[in-house]
Every structure is written in structure tokens, then in C-alpha cells.
Nanobody
Framework: QLQLVESGGGLVQAGGSLRLSCAASGRTFSRYGMAWFRQAPGKEREFVSG????????YVTDSVKGRFTISRDNAKNTVYLQMNSLKPEDTAVYYC??????????????????WGQGTQVTVSS
């Protein structure tokens, strides 16, 4: 079982950067593919980025490609989302998610085993 706790959200001006962190409790973190989703007001939850359980493969959706980078540190049971060149349309609640033995791209379609509580990111214009 995993518990996921996000941190690092906040208010930033357009063009700025934030790094989100997701700390996981549990001894089997390295066996989980990890993902970031986001949900803006009035919109459906959107898959943003994923990293395979092995850490070797990553995926980012087209709207954030070249700006967001996902990484993981299995020794620290933590996954990160580095967000650069932020835009107002990136404003959303960002959720960390875990799926057992999932590959990076499949995290957008596979059932999610665990969700974090979310962290708010607000980008002002």
C-alpha cells in the first residue's frame, strides 16, 4: 500500500517555474509507475506526465512537452515534476498517482491504484 503526499504548489507568474514533489510511504515504491495528473476548474482530470516503474522511460503530454520534466528518486520514495515556462492555462490542482508495474505512457489509461490529495498550482498572467 502507498500513501502519496504532494507538495510544492503555489502561486507563480507566467514564465516562472515550480517543482512539485510527491513523497510516498511504503516499501514497494520502486514497483509503481508514477504519474502527475491535473484538473482545472470545470474541466476533467488530465494526464500530464508519467514515469515507468523502472524509471527508464518517461512520457509528457503534448501541451507541456519541452516545459515539464518528470523524475523519480527511488531511494527517497519521491517523484518530481519540474515545471518551467508556466502559462496561465497550467493553473490546476495537480495530483500524484501510482499504478503497479505500469509503464510511462500506460499511466494515462491504466487504472490508478493510489492518488494523492492534490496541490494547487496557480499561474498569473
Amino acid at each position: 500500500q502507498l500513501q502519496l503526499v504532494e507538495s510544492g504548489g503555489g502561486l507563480v507568474q507566467a514564465g516562472g517555474s515550480l517543482r512539485l514533489s510527491c513523497a510516498a510511504s511504503g516499501r514497494t515504491f520502486s514497483r509503481y509507475g508514477m504519474a502527475w495528473f491535473r484538473q482545472a476548474p470545470g474541466k476533467e482530470r488530465e494526464f500530464v506526465s508519467g514515469i515507468s516503474w523502472s524509471g527508464g522511460i518517461t512520457y509528457v503530454t503534448d501541451s507541456v512537452k519541452g516545459r515539464f520534466t518528470i523524475s523519480r528518486d527511488n531511494a527517497k520514495n519521491t517523484v518530481y515534476l519540474q515545471m518551467n515556462s508556466l502559462k496561465p492555462e497550467d493553473t490546476a490542482v495537480y495530483y500524484c498517482a501510482a499504478a503497479y508495474l505500469s509503464t510511462a505512457q500506460r499511466l494515462g489509461v491504466n487504472p490508478i491504484d493510489y492518488w494523492g490529495q492534490g496541490t494547487q498550482v496557480t499561474v498569473s498572467s
